[in-house]
């Protein structure tokens, strides 16, 4: 399977998620440079963490503009699993493919942490083989990550079974304070209406092997390339 | 000719860095303050444009670029 790695500059988790897809999860990956509009012969597309742009304007808010971008919605919209991690989130809601917004974190702080997230959805490409209820615990490192909807629209979300991840305490409960930064319902990962591409804050490529402390992150690389696989 | 666009968080959004500095004021004496919003300023510059096609311009900027309308409204001022 080929792993699209996008660089944006200012990108700055780009080399570790291509380290887990190719050298962790031995796939083949390339990365892919943000003027580069070329996803051809990928299978999958990763938008990394980092500050794009070094987040002027609003995180995301010019990496939206970017060549790629017009080619990532066109490959999203083909159905193409696309997931992205912290500012790759960040630039997915800045370009309407996936909803929300996020706020400066409720402390004002920038958090830099693990954080537990619990599974909610497996049907979607990188929680598919995953069981409802499992906790993953991987770093969270961001300034704005408080996940922001009008109640109503979040409730909406909540209906469709679009938020895929929540933030929890290690055993899986909601609290206010397992609730990091804030977000609206302990939203830390959602997923669009078709489900393929999907969005979260924590750091899966910064928790893919025991060394790092957790290799938690790998299951959703391994469940991505699980689902590219032909059944 | 020069226009401004003020981009502010939504009445229902929460502001965060608003309310830190309400708290910041708060301790620092100033009673009579009742609240702290932060939002943005951008103080743009446009060239050989009508001024009727430098008010859509840079309402156009504002709505794509400048603010998110997901959290964020804004108002645009353009000199005559």
Known sequence: MRIGVVTFPG??????????????????ARFVWHKDSDLSGLDAVILPGGFAYGDYLRTGAIARFSPVM??????????????????????????????????????VKFLSQPVHIRVERTDTPVTAGLS???VLTMPVAHGEGNFYLPEDE???????GRVV???????????????????????????????????LMPHPERAAEAELG??????????LIRSLVPA | ????????????????????????????????????????????????????????????????VLANPVIESYRVEVDQ
């Open chain 1, 70 to 107: 017009k080619a990532v919605t066109a490959f999203a919209a083909k159905g193409g699993p696309v997931l992205g991690i912290c500012n790759g989130f960040q630039v997915l809601q800045e370009a309407g493919l996936l909803p929300g917004a996020m706020l400066r974190n409720k402390n």
């Open chain 1, 154 to 160: 979040a409730s909406r979300l909540e209906d469709e």
């Open chain 2, 1 to 64: 000719m020069k226009a401004r666009v003020y981009v502010t968080l939504k009445k229902s959004v929460f502001d965060p860095q608003g309310k830190t500095i309400h708290d910041a004021l708060r301790s620092l004496g100033y009673d009579g303050v009742a609240d702290v919003r932060q939002g943005k300023f951008f103080e743009v510059t446009l060239e050989g444009m009508a001024p009727d096609k430098a008010k859509s311009t840079i309402e156009d900027i504002a709505h794509k």
């Open chain 1, 165 to 199: 991840f929540r933030y929890t305490t290690r055993d899986g409960r909601t609290d206010d304070a397992a609730n990091v930064n804030g977000s609206v319902n302990a939203i830390a990962g959602v997923c669009n209406v078709e489900r393929n591409v999907v969005g």
């Open chain 1, 11 to 28: 990108s700055n988790s780009d080399h570790d998620a291509y380290h887990v897809a190719k050298h962790v999860c031995g796939q083949d």
């Open chain 1, 214 to 223: 957790s290799a938690d992150g790998r299951r959703l690389f391994e469940a």
């Open chain 1, 132 to 134: 409802v209820g499992d």
